[in-house]
């Protein structure tokens, strides 16, 4: 399915003076082809990058179209990344406190949290 032209042009990721290009929610509504508070809902959830100026969400185009380009799947893939890294580096710190005190409580709560 492609994009239509009149919607491509509000997704390129500057206005043509080489400034970033911020959508209107109900922009984004009709590009997602979804009810505007469903906009609103994604924005505060963070799932869309969006900045609130007032009342109003202005939607980010470069990110919407690398949304609409990879989908979901790519931002699921940086969501589990980032919790891997987290859980990785958690498991580190624990390491190295258990090292550094020598307690075999902490021991234990490494191999609990790697099996």
Same mark, same amino acid.
């Given at each position: 399915? %492609?994009?239509?032209?009149?919607?491509? *042009?509000?997704?390129?990721?500057?206005?043509?003076?080489?400034?970033?290009?911020?959508?209107? !929610?109900? #922009?984004? !509504?009709?590009?997602?082809?979804?009810?505007? %508070?469903?906009?609103?809902?994604?924005?505060?959830?963070?799932?869309?990058?969006?900045?609130?100026?007032?009342?109003?969400?202005?939607?980010?185009? &470069? &990110?919407?179209? #690398?949304?609409?380009?990879?989908?979901?799947?790519?931002?699921?893939?940086? +969501?589990?990344?980032?919790?891997?890294? !987290?859980?990785?580096?958690?498991?580190?710190?624990? &390491?190295?406190? !258990?090292? &550094?005190?020598?307690?075999? *409580?902490? +021991? %234990?709560?490494? #191999?609990?949290?790697? #099996?």
């Amino acid at each position: 399915m %492609s994009t239509p032209d009149a919607v491509q *042009v509000m997704l390129d990721g500057d206005d043509g003076g080489g400034q970033p290009r911020w959508l209107t !929610a109900e #922009e984004t !509504a009709a590009i997602l082809r979804v009810h505007i %508070s469903t906009i609103h809902d994604m924005c505060r959830r963070g799932q869309l990058v969006a900045m609130k100026t007032g009342r109003d969400w202005r939607i980010s185009a &470069a &990110a919407l179209r #690398e949304k609409e380009l990879l989908g979901d799947v790519h931002i699921k893939l940086v +969501h589990d990344i980032a919790e891997l890294s !987290a859980q990785k580096t958690a498991t580190l710190v624990m &390491a190295r406190l !258990a090292g &550094a005190i020598g307690q075999d *409580v902490v +021991h %234990s709560r490494i #191999e609990k949290a790697t #099996e």
